[in-house]
C-alpha cells in the first residue's frame, strides 16, 4: 500500500532477524508489542556481541587495555545519548537499569534532599491518572514516607488530560510535576508546555516520563525546559537493563545520591564519605555495561534513519490503523480517535470479549499484541473497563501488519459468535 511519508521498510526488516518467524503452523509474526518492548537490530545485537567477545572489562578503575577499551565505550555510549536528546552536558546523563529506576531515583533524592528541594509534610507532590504504575507508586512511596500530599490531574472522556483546575491542583506547595510525554496506554501526547510553565511559575521542579516519545519522536531535553526526563533503552531498539535519567546539571551537584557503593564515591573514612561529582554519583557499584553499548548502538541506528522520518512514517501509519479499527462493529477506542498530537499505541475494547481472550485468538494468527491494564490501571477504572487490547507501532511496521490485525479482529469476532 502506498501511504505518505512511510519509510521504505521492506529494507528495514531485513535488519531485525526475528521479524522473520513464523509461529503456529505457518503464521507469520505480526509484532505489534512495541510499546512493551522493541525488537533489536542486528546492529546491536552484534555491538553487544562483539563487547563481551572483545572487550569484556570492568570500566574506569582499570588501567590495563581491555579495561581502557571498555570504559571508552561506556563513556561513548553516554556521549551518544547526551547528543540524541541534545543535553547541554554529558555529565548530565545517568545511566539506570531502566526508567522505573530513574523516576524512582529523582522520588528518593526529593526525599532525602535539603532546602530549597525536601520533599515533607509542608509540601505538595502533583501526578496524572494517566501515569505509567512507575509513576505512580514512587510518589505514593514518597507521600507515605514524608507526608507529602499527592494529586493528580484527571483524564476527559476523549483521552486527555484534563487542566481545566491547573492552577489548583499546581501551587505554590507544589514541589515536584512529574508526568508522562506521551501515554503508554492512551497515545496522548500531552501539553508539555502548559504544565511546565505553571510548574515554573510556583518554583516547582518538572520530572517528564518520556518512555513512550524517545523511540518515536525527536526529544530535546532543552526545549522541554523540564528539570529531569526519563526513558529506557529496551524501547527504542537497545538491550533490557539499561535506562536513562537525564537531570539539569545544577540540580545533579546539589542533590544527594540515590545508592552508595563503589564509583559514586571520591573518599570513604570509617566515619564519613565524599561523593563523585555527577553523573558517577548515581551510578553506584559496576553499571550496565554491556547493555550502555548497546543502547549506544541503539542510538546511531536510530539516528541513522532519521527521528522526525520515523515518527512521520508511525503517524501515517498511526492515521491508516486509526481508519481501520473505526470500521469494526464493536470496536472502542480508549483514548485519542485521531493521529494528531498522539503517539503509535492504540488500547480499544472489543464488544464483550475480553481483551485476553482477543489477545490469545490474535496471537493464534501470528499477531503479537498486548492485554491488561498496561501498568495503568488508574485509566482503566477511569473508563470502566476491565482492560484493553493495545497494538503498538515502529519503524519496521507496515500496512500490511495494520491489515492484519484488522483481519484478526474481524476472525476474532467470529470466533467468539
Known amino acids: 500500500m502506498n501511504l505518505p511519508g512511510l519509510l521504505d521498510t521492506e529494507a528495514i526488516r531485513k535488519d531485525f532477524p526475528v521479524l522473520d518467524r513464523v509461529l503456529h503452523e505457518g503464521k507469520k509474526l505480526v509484532y505489534l508489542d512495541n510499546a512493551a518492548t522493541s525488537q533489536k537490530p542486528r546492529q546491536v545485537l552484534d555491538a553487544l556481541q562483539q563487547y563481551y567477545e572483545l572487550h569484556n572489562a570492568n570500566v574506569h578503575r582499570g588501567i590495563h587495555v581491555l579495561a581502557e577499551e571498555a570504559t571508552a565505550l561506556y563513556e561513548g555510549a553516554r556521549d551518544k545519548v547526551a547528543a540524541f536528546v541534545n543535553a547541554p552536558s554529558r555529565d548530565e546523563v545517568i545511566f539506570t537499569k531502566n526508567a522505573s529506576e530513574s523516576l524512582n531515583l529523582v522520588a528518593n533524592m526529593l526525599g532525602w534532599a535539603d532546602e530549597p528541594y525536601r520533599v515533607d509534610e509542608r509540601t505538595e507532590i502533583v501526578i496524572t491518572e494517566m501515569e505509567h504504575h512507575s509513576n505512580i507508586v514512587p510518589w505514593q512511596l514518597l507521600s507515605q514516607r514524608t507526608g507529602a500530599k499527592l494529586k493528580w490531574f484527571g483524564i476527559t472522556d476523549d483521552g486527555r488530560l484534563d487542566l481545566s483546575r491547573i492552577d489548583e491542583i499546581i501551587t505554590e506547595k507544589t514541589k515536584i510535576v512529574s508526568f508522562v510525554l506521551v501515554s503508554n496506554i492512551l497515545g496522548t501526547h500531552n501539553p508539555v508546555e502548559t504544565i511546565v510553565r505553571r510548574a515554573q511559575d510556583v518554583g516547582a521542579l518538572?520530572?517528564?516520563?518520556?518512555?513512550?516519545?524517545?523511540?518515536?519522536?525527536?526529544?530535546?531535553?532543552?526545549?522541554?525546559?523540564?528539570?529531569?526526563?526519563?526513558?529506557?533503552?529496551?524501547?527504542?531498539?537497545?538491550?533490557?537493563?539499561?535506562?536513562?535519567?537525564?537531570?539539569?546539571?545544577?540540580?545533579?551537584?546539589?542533590?544527594?545520591?540515590?545508592?552508595?557503593?563503589?564509583?559514586?564515591?571520591?573518599?570513604?573514612?570509617?566515619?564519613?564519605?565524599?561523593?563523585?561529582?555527577?553523573?558517577?554519583?548515581?551510578?553506584?557499584?559496576?553499571?550496565?555495561?554491556?547493555?550502555?553499548?548497546?543502547?549506544?548502538?541503539?542510538?546511531?541506528?536510530?539516528?541513522?534513519?532519521?527521528?522526525?522520518?520515523?515518527?512521520?512514517?508511525?503517524?501515517?501509519?498511526?492515521?491508516?490503523?486509526?481508519?481501520?479499527?473505526?470500521?469494526?462493529?464493536?470496536?472502542?477506542?480508549?483514548?485519542?480517535?485521531?493521529?494528531?498530537?498522539?503517539?503509535?499505541?492504540?488500547?480499544?475494547?472489543?464488544?464483550?470479549?475480553?481483551?485476553?481472550?482477543v489477545g490469545q485468538v490474535l496471537d493464534e494468527?501470528?499477531?503479537?499484541?498486548?492485554?491488561?491494564?498496561?501498568?495503568?490501571?488508574?485509566?482503566?477504572?477511569?473508563?470502566?473497563?476491565?482492560?484493553?487490547?493495545?497494538?503498538?507501532?515502529?519503524?519496521?511496521?507496515?500496512?500490511?501488519?495494520?491489515?492484519?490485525?484488522?483481519?484478526?479482529?474481524e476472525y476474532v469476532r467470529n470466533f467468539f459468535g
Open 206 to 357: 518538572v520530572l517528564i516520563d518520556a518512555s513512550q516519545a524517545a523511540p518515536h519522536m525527536a526529544l530535546d531535553v532543552q526545549a522541554l525546559q523540564a528539570d529531569f526526563v526519563a526513558f529506557t533503552g529496551h524501547k527504542m531498539c537497545g538491550p533490557t537493563g539499561i535506562g536513562v535519567l537525564w537531570g539539569r546539571q545544577e540540580l545533579l551537584e546539589d542533590l544527594p545520591p540515590f545508592l552508595g557503593g563503589g564509583e559514586m564515591i571520591e573518599t570513604v573514612s570509617m566515619h564519613s564519605s565524599t561523593y563523585a561529582p555527577a553523573p558517577h554519583k548515581f551510578e553506584a557499584g559496576t553499571p550496565p555495561i554491556a547493555q550502555a553499548v548497546g543502547m549506544g548502538a541503539a542510538v546511531d541506528y536510530l539516528s541513522g534513519i532519521g527521528m522526525d522520518r520515523i515518527a512521520a512514517h508511525e503517524q501515517t501509519l498511526t492515521e491508516y490503523a486509526l481508519h481501520r479499527l473505526r470500521d469494526i462493529p464493536g470496536l472502542r477506542i480508549v483514548g485519542p480517535e485521531t493521529a494528531e498530537d498522539r503517539g503509535a499505541a492504540i488500547s480499544f475494547t472489543l464488544g464483550d470479549i475480553h481483551p485476553h481472550d
Open 365 to 409: 494468527q501470528g499477531i503479537a499484541v498486548r492485554v491488561g491494564h498496561h501498568c495503568a490501571r488508574p485509566v482503566c477504572l477511569r473508563f470502566g473497563i476491565p482492560a484493553t487490547t493495545r497494538a503498538s507501532f515502529y519503524l519496521y511496521s507496515t500496512p500490511a501488519e495494520v491489515d492484519a490485525l484488522a483481519d484478526g479482529l
